[in-house]
Structure formats: structure tokens, C-alpha cells
């Protein structure tokens, strides 16, 4: 029997080559595992393909390509097919086992999904007012910072009415003003006509006076019926003297106006002023936060709706990967936990993170939930293990391999696994 691939002294085939040649040979296979490390997934033209597939195909195309090359040297003669075989299958099945079990201990210490996607916050940029749009001072994918001007919105119409507004207020302090005048002049006729009443209640008692003293002076003939009659006369004319002015106080203490109803229209005209003025400032759109400026799609001439989104804000200082891990992984994951995170343009670049949230709730199918995540099962005739999305918090990732939308591998270390 010929077995000469391990016997060196007769000169075997493989032996034929140098030591070093001979490590050069294995420096593939070990490539190859290494491979198997790493990112979960591979991006090949533009798609993902898990690791261990890749490697399987790899290793597959590797054992063909060593056949051909042993067949090429001469030396598939010289193998022994039946122990070769044999020992490549015990060796492979044995592989394939240990393999299993550290797959599934790493799995078990390390979920990880192919199911995520990265995802910063974003605001629909809409005005407050509506006008047509003489300025847009921002590009798509612009870079801004906080409180930056974006866009200008006509100010003509909305300068005028701040304008009318001004007038309105100040013709209204005007009258108040005025009103205030006539009021203190008003103010110093009732004191007069007052006077005038105190004065005739004086009279009307000098006259009351003057009539009782003279009443008993008649009979004694001391003074006249005549004098007697004279003193009635003057205290009849005292009385109505002093009701007629007491009419007239009355009169004029009624006419007394006052600004009461002027300060309440003025405090109405000042706040339809601070409106005017808020929204002469709103005919400039500014950033809310710092961000990246993604979906203009209009021209200047546009006219602006009010409340009607024009384009997104990204807010940019803060990025995640939002991976939807199956039930059953959630026990193995915990708020806190490390992270790395792969994504498909720069699949040989791993982010770290650390997991933030754990999702409290999806939309059932059989049910609808206010305001829940919709996240589909990948089959509907057996029951397959529901998805949760997770979120996992990015540490200071570069910002140009950031886009929302991407999509992503994330693998959560548990309990420090690495």
C-alpha cells in the first residue's frame, strides 16, 4: 500500500516541498478561520451574507481548488482515498460539533442580529406662518448648528401688520391719555358743583333760623306779619336753590368717565403687538437644534404653508442602532450592556455602544396598540419567536459613516463577555 504522503524518507509528495514552503500552504487555512471572526455578516456586492456561510463557501471552493492543485502535482496518485476520506469526514463531523457548541455558548453570551438599523432623531421643519419663501440659505445634507437661519419667508406682509399694530397701541395710549384729562377736569367740576351745594344747604338753614325766630316776635308786635312772610319766601327759595344744585351734583359726579374700558382695549392692541411681533421674527426659519439638513426639495417663490413640513432636521450629535432581537434573546440582554455594531457600507469598521433601552412593546398581529412599533415574524405557519426592538446607544461615532436608514449587524456583549 502506498503511503507515501507520510513518509518523508520515500520522498512523498508533500514532503517534496520545503518546510517553509510547506507553511506558506497553511497560512490560507488559517486565514480562512480567522475570517470566520468578527463581523456576524459580509458585505458582498452590496448584500449580506452571514459569516459562517461565507466561510463554509470559502473553505468548500478552498478544498476544490487543493483537488484540482493535487491533481495538477501528481498527487492525488499517491493519497489514500479511503483512510483520506474517512479521516476528513471524523474530522469534519468532529469540527462541526465542537463548532455547534462554541457557536451556541457565544450566541448564548453574545445575541446578536442581522435585523437593525441605524437611527437618529430628525424633526419635520415646517413655519409657524405662511408666505412665500424669497430666501432658502441651507443645501441638502448641510451641516448646521443650533438656531441657524434655514430659510426666509416674505417679511413685507407681517412687517406691515407690526406696523398697524405700533399705531394701534399708541393711539390707544393717546386716548387714555386724553381720556385721563377729561377725566380730572371732570373731576373738578363735581367739586365745584359740591361746593355750590354745601353753600346753598348753609343758606337754607340761615333761612330756617331766621324763620323760627321770627315766629314768636309776631303776636307781640315785635316784628310784622309782612317781615314773617319775607323770611318763609327766603327759605323756600333756600330749598329749591339747594335741590336743583344737589340735582346738578349729581349730575356731573355721573359724568365723571373714566379709562377703564380704554386700558383693556390697550392691554388687547399690546398683546395682537407682541403677536405681530413674533410673527415678524418667524419669517426666519431657524435650526431648533444642530443637525443635518436632508429632504429640501423646493425652490425660492414656494409658498409656505403653515404647519406643513418643507424638509428634515437630523439631529446628529447622537446616533443609534435600533436592532429587533428575537424574544428569546431578551434575558441575555440588559440595559447597560456593551455593543458593537457593524453596518453594511463600512462592514470592516466595528462602533461600539451600549445598550439604552430594551422595548417595553410591539404591535400584536391580531390587535392594534396606540402608538406601538410595528415589527413583522418572518414566518406566519409556525409560531416564530416575536422581535423586540432594542436600542443601542453609539459612542461618538465618525459622522460620515452615519446615515439613518443604514442597515446593520449589532452583537450585545452580556455580563462583559467580549
Known amino acids: 500500500m502506498n503511503i507515501a504522503i507520510s513518509s518523508p524518507e520515500?520522498?512523498?509528495?508533500?514532503?517534496?516541498?520545503?518546510?517553509?514552503?510547506?507553511?506558506?500552504?497553511?497560512?490560507?487555512?488559517?486565514?480562512?478561520?480567522?475570517?470566520?471572526?468578527?463581523?456576524?455578516?459580509?458585505?458582498?456586492?452590496?448584500?449580506?451574507?452571514?459569516?459562517?456561510?461565507?466561510?463554509?463557501?470559502?473553505?468548500?471552493?478552498?478544498a476544490l481548488a487543493a483537488r484540482a492543485i493535487f491533481k495538477a502535482l501528481g498527487m492525488l496518485e499517491e493519497l489514500l482515498v479511503p483512510l483520506v476520506v474517512?479521516?476528513?469526514?471524523?474530522?469534519?463531523?468532529?469540527?462541526?460539533?465542537?463548532?455547534g457548541l462554541l457557536v451556541v455558548l457565544?450566541?448564548?453570551?453574545?445575541?446578536?442580529?442581522?435585523?437593525?438599523?441605524?437611527?437618529?432623531?430628525?424633526?419635520?421643519?415646517?413655519?409657524?406662518?405662511?408666505?412665500?419663501?424669497?430666501?432658502?440659505?441651507?443645501?441638502?445634507?448641510?451641516?448646521?448648528?443650533?438656531?441657524a437661519p434655514l430659510l426666509v419667508i416674505d417679511p413685507v406682509p407681517y412687517e406691515l401688520q407690526l406696523r398697524q399694530a405700533h399705531a394701534q397701541v399708541a393711539a390707544l395710549k393717546a386716548q387714555i391719555a386724553l381720556t385721563g384729562r377729561q377725566v380730572t377736569s371732570q373731576g373738578s367740576?363735581?367739586?365745584?358743583?359740591?361746593?355750590?351745594?354745601?353753600?346753598?344747604?348753609?343758606?337754607?338753614?340761615?333761612?330756617?333760623?331766621?324763620?323760627?325766630?321770627?315766629?314768636?316776635?309776631?303776636?307781640?308786635?315785635?316784628?310784622?306779619?309782612?317781615?314773617?312772610?319775607?323770611?318763609?319766601?327766603?327759605?323756600a327759595a333756600a330749598?329749591?336753590?339747594?335741590?336743583?344744585?344737589?340735582?346738578?351734583?349729581?349730575?356731573?359726579?355721573?359724568?365723571?368717565?373714566?379709562?377703564?374700558?380704554?386700558?383693556?382695549?390697550?392691554e388687547g392692541a399690546e398683546a395682537a403687538e407682541a403677536n405681530a411681533a413674533r410673527n415678524y421674527d418667524l419669517t426666519t426659519l431657524r435650526a431648533p437644534f444642530a443637525g443635518k439638513v436632508v429632504g429640501l426639495q423646493i425652490a425660492e417663490g414656494t409658498f409656505a404653508v403653515a404647519g406643513h413640513p418643507l424638509f428634515s432636521l437630523i439631529k446628529s450629535d447622537t446616533w443609534y442602532a435600533v436592532a429587533d432581537f428575537r424574544e428569546?434573546?431578551?434575558?441575555?440582554?440588559?440595559?447597560?450592556?456593551?455593543?458593537?455594531?457593524?453596518?453594511?457600507?463600512?462592514?470592516?469598521?466595528?462602533?461600539?455602544?451600549?445598550?439604552?433601552?430594551?422595548g417595553a412593546g410591539v404591535q400584536s398581529t391580531d390587535q392594534n396598540g396606540p402608538g406601538l412599533?410595528?415589527?413583522?415574524?418572518?414566518?406566519?405557519?409556525?409560531?416564530?419567536a416575536q422581535r423586540f426592538p432594542v436600542w443601542v446607544r453609539l459612542d461618538s461615532p465618525p459622522p460620515f459613516a452615519m446615515h439613518v436608514g443604514l442597515t446593520a449587524s449589532v452583537k450585545v456583549h452580556h455580563d462583559g463577555a467580549r
Open 106 to 147: 457565544a450566541i448564548d453570551r453574545r445575541p446578536r442580529t442581522h435585523d437593525a438599523r441605524i437611527f437618529a432623531y430628525s424633526a419635520a421643519m415646517a413655519s409657524e406662518i405662511s408666505g412665500r419663501l424669497v430666501q432658502i440659505l441651507v443645501t441638502n445634507d448641510q451641516e448646521v448648528s443650533k438656531g
Open 189 to 235: 367740576g363735581v367739586q365745584a358743583a359740591m361746593s355750590q351745594v354745601q353753600k346753598a344747604r348753609d343758606q337754607l338753614r340761615f333761612a330756617q333760623d331766621t324763620r323760627k325766630r321770627l315766629e314768636p316776635l309776631v303776636k307781640p308786635g315785635f316784628v310784622t306779619q309782612q317781615q314773617l312772610d319775607e323770611a318763609k319766601t327766603n327759605e
Open 10 to 62: 520515500r520522498g512523498g509528495a508533500f514532503y517534496r516541498f520545503a518546510p517553509a514552503a510547506r507553511l506558506w500552504c497553511a497560512a490560507p487555512l488559517l486565514g480562512l478561520l480567522g475570517g470566520c471572526d468578527g463581523a456576524p455578516s459580509r458585505n458582498i456586492l452590496g448584500s449580506y451574507f452571514p459569516s459562517w456561510m461565507v466561510c463554509a463557501l470559502v473553505g468548500l471552493a478552498l
Open 373 to 384: 412599533p410595528v415589527v413583522g415574524r418572518d414566518l406566519n405557519w409556525v409560531v416564530v
Open 86 to 99: 474517512m479521516l476528513a469526514i471524523g474530522c469534519a463531523g468532529t469540527f462541526a460539533i465542537v463548532l
Open 328 to 358: 428569546t434573546e431578551l434575558p441575555r440582554i440588559a440595559v447597560g450592556d456593551r455593543a458593537t455594531v457593524w453596518t453594511m457600507s463600512e462592514s470592516n469598521s466595528a462602533f461600539a455602544g451600549r445598550v439604552e433601552s430594551l
Open 239 to 266: 330749598e329749591a336753590s339747594l335741590q336743583a344744585l344737589t340735582r346738578t351734583a349729581t349730575q356731573a359726579r355721573q359724568a365723571v368717565g373714566d379709562t377703564l374700558s380704554l386700558e383693556a382695549q390697550l
